[in-house]
């Protein structure tokens, strides 16, 4: 059982930058490939960007590429998700997720979100 914790979200202005973090409980961090997703009121949720086990290998929704970076750092059990020149159109809950197997099989566990609001 892995449980995961979501934090650093808040009120930012258009232009402006926040890092969300995912705490995992646990001591098998390592195995799991790490995601963030996020969902906008009254739509559906959606990919942002996933990391592999080790680290070394990163995957971005196209909407997110080049402002958006997700890191992790296995020694706490922590995934990260940098987030510059935000835009309005980013508002959402943002999800960190668990997958223990592979790319294409669900995501395990999931966080409770943290709300990410982009003034305009």
């Known amino acids: 059982q892995v449980q995961l914790v979501e934090s650093g979200g808040g009120l930012v202005q258009a232009g402006g930058s926040l890092r969300l973090s995912c705490a995992a409980s646990?001591?098998?961090?390592?195995?799991?490939?790490m995601g963030w997703f996020r969902q906008a009121p009254g739509k559906e949720r959606e990919f942002v960007a996933r990391?592999?086990?080790?680290?070394?290998?990163?995957y971005y929704a196209d909407s997110v590429k080049g402002r958006l970076t997700i890191s992790r750092d296995n020694t706490k059990n922590t995934v990260y998700l940098q987030m510059n020149s935000l835009k309005p159109e980013d508002t959402a809950t943002y999800y960190c997720?668990?997958?223990?197997?592979?790319?294409?099989?669900?995501?395990?566990?999931w966080g409770q979100g943290t709300q990410v609001t982009v003034s305009a």
């Open positions: 646990g001591r098998t961090f390592s195995t799991y490939d």
């Open positions: 997720a668990a997958r223990a197997g592979t790319i294409g099989t669900p995501y395990d566990y």
């Open positions: 990391i592999n086990k080790s680290g070394g290998n990163t």
